[in-house]
């Protein structure tokens, strides 16, 4: 029950943030793009430890080597585009909604935790990828930045599509 | 002159070119095996490019990572398994035999190509 409660809130949370963060400039979808991925980190940190389940405890590790490896880029670019990122409603709501998710998944284990995560992860990818198809690949001014949206794009829908088969395979 | 005879590939070509060589230098009646040829895929954008290749036995398929994460090529059946490319590095396959050798990236399911020897 906790467990269903949690997602409804959290499917509720980031639509309304990112509809708030239309027009966002560069800095702040830097600031979004490097929290997307954090949050994203921790949960898969969390996973990595305390999944049952083997492919989902391998769907964390991926998370986590693909996540860290985007904002690598990322940081490598605004680094080089001299943007500072800039911390902003959507960015600050996705911390808070990523802090939750971490600490009630901390209060379940075994199936549970697994399905869990599973489902986060799945509701998560595709409001990040919403968020990337409608406000942060149209905001982005910097060609580059534009760019790089664009290359992880198919990797955020890969991770999605990972997601969903877990999630049916665990329901069985 | 070789260079002339190997660029006219016709018969007609060969003989008219072969009859203005001095013997020593005159092609062979044989045809010339092809030399293998080594073919690339790039991985960008989470995905194979391109996703199907064709080759002949002794060619091989090198695959480039240009994603900021790893990613493998693993066909069925053991086939052929590069295990992690990590951003920036390749992995080369030599094919032997005949077959079509379906593979994905064990990291990302979503991920598919297909290696045709023909």
Same mark, same amino acid.
């Given at each position: 029950?906790?467990?269903?409660?949690?997602?409804?809130?959290? $499917?509720?949370?980031?639509?309304?943030?990112?509809?708030?963060? +239309?027009?966002?400039?560069?800095?702040?979808?830097?600031?979004?793009?490097?929290?997307?991925?954090?949050?994203?980190?921790?949960?898969?940190?969390?996973? /990595? $430890?305390?999944?049952?389940?083997?492919?989902?405890? /391998?769907?964390?590790?991926?998370?986590?080597?693909?996540?860290?490896?985007?904002?690598?880029?990322?940081?490598?670019?605004?680094?080089?585009?001299?943007?500072?990122?800039?911390?902003?409603?959507?960015? +600050?709501?996705?911390?808070?909604?990523?802090?939750?998710?971490?600490?009630?998944?901390?209060?379940?284990?075994?199936?549970?935790?697994?399905?869990?995560?599973?489902?986060?992860?799945?509701?998560?990818?595709?409001?990040?990828?919403?968020?990337?198809?409608?406000?942060?690949?149209? $905001?982005? $001014?910097?060609?580059?930045? /534009?760019?790089?949206?664009?290359?992880?794009?198919?990797?955020?829908?890969?991770?999605?599509?990972?997601?969903?088969?877990?999630?049916?395979?665990?329901?069985? | 002159?070789?260079?002339?005879?190997? !660029?006219?590939?016709?018969?007609?070509? !060969?003989?008219?070119?072969?009859?203005?060589?001095?013997?020593?230098?005159?092609?062979?009646?044989? !045809?010339?095996?092809?030399?293998?040829?080594?073919?690339?895929?790039?991985?960008?954008?989470?995905?194979?490019?391109?996703?199907?290749?064709?080759?002949? *036995?002794?060619?091989?398929?090198?695959?480039?990572?240009?994603? *900021?994460?790893?990613?493998?090529?693993?066909?069925?059946?053991?086939?052929?398994?590069?295990?992690?490319?990590?951003?920036?590095?390749?992995?080369?396959?030599?094919?032997?035999?005949?077959?079509?050798?379906?593979?994905?990236?064990?990291?990302?399911?979503?991920?598919?190509?297909?290696?045709?020897?023909?």
């Amino acid at each position: 029950m906790k467990l269903q409660v949690f997602v409804v809130a959290g $499917s509720l949370f980031l639509p309304v943030s990112f509809a708030a963060a +239309q027009g966002v400039n560069d800095a702040q979808i830097a600031s979004i793009v490097v929290t997307a991925n954090q949050v994203d980190i921790d949960a898969g940190n969390l996973a /990595k $430890s305390k999944a049952k389940n083997e492919e989902v405890k /391998k769907f964390a590790q991926t998370m986590v080597t693909d996540h860290t490896g985007v904002n690598k880029s990322a940081t490598d670019l605004v680094t080089k585009l001299k943007v500072t990122p800039q911390d902003n409603e959507t960015s +600050q709501s996705l911390k808070s909604g990523g802090e939750k998710n971490v600490a009630a998944l901390k209060g379940l284990k075994g199936a549970a935790f697994d399905k869990a995560y599973i489902d986060h992860e799945v509701a998560y990818h595709q409001q990040v990828l919403d968020a990337v198809d409608k406000t942060l690949i149209p $905001s982005a $001014s910097n060609a580059e930045l /534009k760019a790089l949206l664009v290359k992880v794009r198919p990797a955020f829908v890969a991770h999605l599509e990972h997601a969903k088969t877990l999630q049916a395979s665990l329901g069985k | 002159m070789t260079r002339l005879t190997i !660029a006219c590939g016709s018969l007609v070509c !060969a003989v008219v070119a072969g009859a203005m060589l001095s013997s020593s230098m005159r092609p062979r009646a044989a !045809a010339v095996p092809e030399a293998p040829v080594t073919h690339t895929v790039a991985i960008d954008g989470t995905q194979f490019q391109p996703a199907d290749v064709a080759i002949k *036995p002794g060619d091989s398929v090198t695959w480039v990572n240009r994603d *900021p994460f790893p990613h493998t090529a693993t066909a069925g059946a053991g086939a052929f398994d590069s295990k992690e490319i990590a951003p920036g590095a390749s992995w080369t396959f030599t094919a032997k035999a005949r077959g079509d050798l379906a593979y994905t990236c064990t990291l990302h399911p979503t991920m598919k190509g297909t290696v045709h020897v023909q």
